[in-house]
């Protein structure tokens, strides 16, 4: 599918400016009755912050970032998310250590790569040695993701069944503990919420937890996309399936990719999306991505660093949730 990049729209008039928060609160509390809000999982961890205005609960997905201009236009999000070993990792993670971010860092085909080996030939022994040298050169992140896409991303030993993923869990949480035991492991490499992927990624956690997998990690990442327009069976189907992974991993669930593209409405995405993944007990979102690149038009901006529409509501979103429900 072709995607056109959205220019900067204008800000939206005064009434509108807390429409996405509305949503947002809208949809945390649809079909929960008499609970409150502060009852509702994810919410009362979205309005912890960290650092002086930092949002805890919120992420940005990065490939490359110039600490200069466009450092400046990074949203408040706690979190930054990237490839380790790829050529903007160095970039972000010393902006992220030099504004009281952290960073969610991806252990895969970058890491080999940087590490002198082939990703689409690798051993378990290759594996091994490419997740030692990144983070014992990386061990102050925050937590590190184990892989990106295993079902879409097959590669060398990742052959996309449970049995070698976990494998490559077990030895990457393992070598985490040594060299970065304050580090979280975040497993579960993006299974798919919603589209073609959703059913075989539930299923494929389901067979990790038979093996008893997830005690090896922290955390649980999911990749929630609408292959198009947002809707209300969308969002039934993140908040339905959101609470499936909970459930079947017993672990804290992260969004760690989150998007739309310009093609259609991102802000009309998020008012949607948002809520749904909150009501499913999402703890962490990260938003993909902050710039539009070759793999389409989703950042909140323009390639040029022109803001979307889209940027002004995610801003509101850090600045407003936790006033609003406080």
Partial sequence: MAFQTERAKAQPADPERRRFIKFVALGAMAGLGAYA?????????????????????????????????????????AWLRSDVGSDGWAAISDYASGTGRKTLAIL???????????????SREDWRAAVLAAVKANPSSAAFEIWNEPLQNISGYQDGTPERYMEMLMDAHDIIRDNAPASLVVAGGGLQVYGPYADASLAFAKSLAELGAWE????????????????????ETYERNVRAYADTTGREIWISETGQVSQYDQQAYMETAYPALLRGGAS?????????????????????????????????????????LR
């Avoid at 999911?222 to 069976?233: C, F, I, K, R, T």
């Fill in 284 to 324: 962490k979102i990260f938003w993909y991505e902050l710039v539009d690149d070759t793999s389409g038009d989703f950042g909140l901006l323009t390639s040029s660093m022109e803001k979307k529409r889209a940027y002004d509501a995610y801003t509101r979103e850090l600045g407003d949730l936790e006033s609003l």
């Fill in 108 to 122: 895969g085909q970058f890491a080999l790569w940087s590490a002198g080996l082939r990703a689409d030939s690798f």
């Fill in 37 to 77: 809000l502060g009852s509702i999982p994810g919410l009362s961890s979205a309005l912890r912050r960290s650092g002086e205005s930092l949002v805890e609960s919120q992420g940005i997905c990065l490939h490359d970032l110039d600490a200069g201009e466009e450092g400046k236009l990074v949203p408040a999000a």
């Fill in 216 to 235: 090896y990690c922290n955390a649980v990442s999911l990749h929630a996309y609408p292959y198009g327009e947002a809707s209300a069976g969308m969002a």
